[in-house]
């Protein structure tokens, strides 16, 4: 089913590990420059919670430092946002 080239399409990603997942890697950039990004409150709340709790000085490689920086780099097309 093709859409319309005039419609206008939101992806939503909706699961904060794959937010992070992803936030984590090279593509981050190009997709926040090419694809306009929703989601929900709780995975907002999420992220936000994981970059107030996990250390940003917590040694490189470690999970908690991993969940650190891709819910800080998650956040931030969605703080841009707002201000």
């Known amino acids: 089913m093709k859409m319309a080239e005039d419609d206008v399409r939101h992806p939503v990603i909706v699961d904060t590990d794959a937010l992070i997942a992803v936030a984590n890697t090279d593509l981050w950039s190009r997709i926040t420059d090419n694809i306009q990004l929703t989601t929900t409150n709780v995975c907002y709340h999420e992220l936000k919670r994981h970059v107030r709790e996990m250390s940003e000085y917590a040694p490189e490689g470690t999970r908690e430092r991993w969940v650190h920086d891709g819910s800080k780099r ?4 969605f703080d841009d946002e707002e201000t």
Request: no cysteine; hydrophobic share 50%.
């Open 74 to 77: 998650a956040l931030e097309p």
